[in-house]
């Protein structure tokens, strides 16, 4: 019986004889667990560094991955199927370890002794994006050979793939072309690697792509140097169609010719998106130049894209948008076609892109105004506005290839902001007007619209400008309701803007004044002092200006070098391209201080003596219109100006008042021809020295002073003694008035007085006729 104490188990005693290594074997446990700690230590590294061995190994070709440098040269479709197409991919490839981790990088130099290896990946892999959280493939991508690599120089490769695009590639490009949007793009590959044609296993390659892509951003780009050629538009019956070839700039690094492609273009309206346009491009290759045959049809449009939404309608907005180059919104919808490969009508019945154009970026379609031409202006004053009737023609420049037919807008009405903050013009009631597509112009005749001022001080700087022949740029806001008359379309379109800089060209005013011919009929003496005259001017007028002007109470000072020396104030203005046309104007002269005096007879005797000095005309406080005019100062030069009796001159600046003289040798005396315009009193002149001379020569001179009394009109003088020069007229001179005729200079002192008023004048006038008599 066995004792419970007793071990089941019992070790037999060795023998004495037993080999020794079994007896070393059988040593107690306690010797050999004596150091614990170190072992389970050593073990504990062994572990870590198998596991980071294995991680190094097994990151191997993230390593290889984040050292290669790929410089694009370009890609090539060699193929396009139902399936998908053939990609042939060309680049030179390098890698630079310095830019792999400081933990892979030992690790990656150490395996690039290889040299060259060769990667086959295990049949197809996928490309796939993450969006907003989402994953999913856009395309599958096979490699049809291995590549072969050199791992310690720069290579060029060439890769052919398949690639599979799938129809979730309408998923990326749809909120791409809303705004910006995180996008990465991943792909996983096995790979087997083969160095010097021996397999060392298969690796997993992994690649994320991070980017943020702006489909209007592209867009924009893509199109900053479009060109539109031939551009041909018409209104064909209830539709407008049109042509044109879309040049772009080469994308450069992809050879791939596009199939024929239908897009359908949308708007929104007030309470649902219209379609507003067709467009269909035909086969076009992505190569320099870029030429896409284009043409579109743009059906009647809904009647929602013709409300007012409560800030214009959305054709108003377009065509604001467009005038003014800013953002474009619409939403493209692509339309599979037949003819299209099978993963493209795939991608395509999904497709929509929300784009945002800026036609200003496309050469053709940015422009401007050209010029201004005002055929006819008539102002009228009503309260504190100007009401203005005017025919005006605005030439415009498009694209010369641009041509649009069967168009017009026969009225408009709105407002037109002059600024910043200078003037409106308001349109209340519908303007006629007539576009001109070909000639590219657009002209309104305007009935009486006013003219409503808002800073009179950058008024007053406007006109002093354009006064002076100073080019000046406006800002113009026209906010528009216009009337359009076509077969494709008859509506009105409000509250149609746009922002126009508009340059006024630089008229020097003296070459202005040069344009008008001005003939003296006559003026009427009104009152007149010591110190004071008053007259009126009448005078026909004629120029190429077609203008008229009801506006009386105008008031402008008359000053000369630095002295104001009268007034005028212009009565009513009608004048007639070509025509001579009556006018009116009160001229008050008046003699303040002895400056004033002397610097009035300075310019009547230099304006006499058939010179034009240079005035200026200053708008007074006490004018009508003084928050237009007052405090501008116009330089101008005196106009030249021709008798009512049409006599012929002899010279240009010859004298309006001396006309004609005759020289009696033997009686020594001398006859003058005289002009008084005044047609309601005499002039009494008193010539206090005269002499006349020729060719530097002097003839004769007066010895004494003479009184002249001249009545209105032409009058001859009686006969003038005069003293002779004993040297003056020899045979030479006589030899050359043998026709009876010589041209002498005159020079004269004289007092003129009409009635109270007097004034003494310096005469020097010069190509005076005068006959020769014995």
């Known amino acids: 019986m066995i004792d419970e104490e007793t071990p089941l188990i019992q070790q037999a005693p060795e023998p004495y004889d037993a080999p020794l290594p079994d007896i070393s074997n059988a040593r107690p446990e306690r010797r050999r667990l004596r150091h614990p700690h170190t072992i389970g230590l050593l073990c504990f590294l062994l572990l870590i560094m198998a596991t980071g061995g294995y991680k190094l190994i097994k990151s191997t070709g993230q390593a290889f991955l984040h050292a290669a440098k790929f410089d694009l040269d370009s890609v090539r479709v060699a193929n396009v199927t139902d399936d998908g197409l053939e990609v042939i991919i060309r680049g030179d490839l390098e890698f630079d370890f310095d830019q792999v981790s400081p933990y892979r990088r030992t690790w990656a130099r150490l395996l690039s002794r290889l040299n060259t290896v060769q990667l086959s990946p295990d049949g197809p892999f996928d490309m796939n994006v993450c969006l907003k959280k989402e994953r999913f493939c856009i395309s599958s991508v096979e490699l049809v050979a291995p590549l072969t690599l050199q791992l310690r120089q720069p290579q060029t490769i060439e890769a052919v793939a398949h690639l599979r695009p799938t129809k979730e590639m309408a998923r990326l490009i749809n909120p791409i072309s809303r705004g910006p949007q995180e996008v990465v793009f991943g792909c996983s590959l096995v790979c087997e690697i083969k160095v010097k044609g021996c397999s060392v296993g298969r690796h997993t390659v992994t690649g994320a792509l991070p980017l943020e892509l702006d489909g209007g951003r592209i867009i924009r780009h893509v199109m900053k140097d479009a060109v539109l050629e031939n551009l041909e538009i018409n209104a064909d019956g209830t539709r407008l169609t049109g042509s044109m070839a879309v040049r772009l700039s080469s994308v450069g690094l992809v ?318 203005v009608h004048l007639s391209p070509e025509k001579y046309s009556n006018i009116s104007a009160n001229l008050i002269m008046h003699l303040g201080t002895d400056i004033d005096k002397s610097r009035l007879e300075r310019m009547l005797g230099t304006y006499l003596s058939g010179l034009y000095p240079v005035i200026e005309v200053v708008g007074r406080q006490d004018s009508q219109l003084a928050d237009f005019v007052s405090g501008v100062h116009v330089p101008m030069r005196l106009p030249q100006i021709s008798r009512q009796e049409n006599i012929l001159h002899p010279v240009s600046h010859e004298s309006i008042f001396l006309v004609d003289s005759t020289m009696h040798i033997m009686s020594s005396e001398i006859e003058l021809t005289v002009y008084n315009p005044v047609a309601n009193s005499e002039v009494v002149v008193d010539l206090i020295e005269a002499q006349a001379s020729h060719d530097k020569t002097i003839l004769g001179y007066i010895s004494k002073e003479q009184r002249i009394v001249v009545p209105p009109g032409l009058y001859k003088t009686p006969r003038i003694p005069v003293t002779y020069a004993t040297s003056g007229i020899g045979a030479d001179i006589l030899r050359k008035a043998l026709n009876g005729q010589l041209e002498i200079d005159t020079s004269a002192v004289m007092r003129v007085h009409l009635g109270a008023f007097a004034v003494e004048l310096l005469y020097s006038g010069s190509g005076t006729s005068t006959k020769i008599r014995l």
């Open 255 to 572: 050879d791939y010719t596009a199939d024929a492609m239908s897009w359908e273009v949308f708007m929104a309206g007030c309470s649902k998106v219209s379609s507003v346009a067709t467009i269909n491009t035909g086969e076009f290759g992505l190569r320099d130049p870029i030429l896409i045959p284009t043409n579109f049809i743009v059906p009647p449009l809904d009647e929602d894209l013709l409300l007012d939404c409560g800030d214009g309608s959305a054709i108003s907005t377009l065509l604001t948008n467009l005038a003014s180059n800013r953002d474009v919104p619409v939403i493209v919808r692509a339309k599979p076609l037949s003819t299209q490969p099978r993963w493209m009508r795939d991608i395509f019945s999904d497709l929509e892109i929300h784009a945002a154009l800026v036609m200003g970026q496309i050469e053709g379609l940015s422009g401007g105004i050209e010029a201004v031409d005002i055929g006819y202006l008539g102002v009228r004053t009503q309260g504190d506005s100007l009401l203005v009737s005017s025919d005006v023609s605005i030439k415009y420049n498009v694209s010369e290839g641009m041509v649009v037919s069967k168009i017009d807008i026969p009225f408009v009405r709105g407002e037109v902001n002059c600024g910043p903050n200078v003037a409106t013009l308001e349109m209340r009631n519908w303007q006629a007007a007539n576009l001109r597509c070909k000639k590219q112009t657009i002209s309104i005749s305007l009935e009486e619209a006013a003219v409503k001022p808002e800073n009179f001080s950058l008024i007053r700087d406007l006109v002093q400008n354009v006064a002076t022949g100073t080019s000046v740029k406006l800002a113009i806001s026209p906010l528009l309701d216009i009337q359009v008359a076509s077969e494709f379309m008859t509506t009105t379109i409000t509250g149609l803007s746009t922002e126009i800089d508009f340059a006024v060209p630089a008229v020097p005013n003296d070459q202005l004044f040069k344009s008008f011919d001005v003939r003296l009929n006559e003026l009427v003496l009104l009152e007149s002092s010591a110190n004071h005259c008053a007259m009126v001017i009448n005078a026909a007028v004629s120029g190429s200006l077609n203008f008229d002007s009801a506006i009386e109470g105008l008031k402008f000072d008359l000053q000369y070098n630095g002295s104001t020396v009268g007034r005028i104030e212009p009565g009513p």
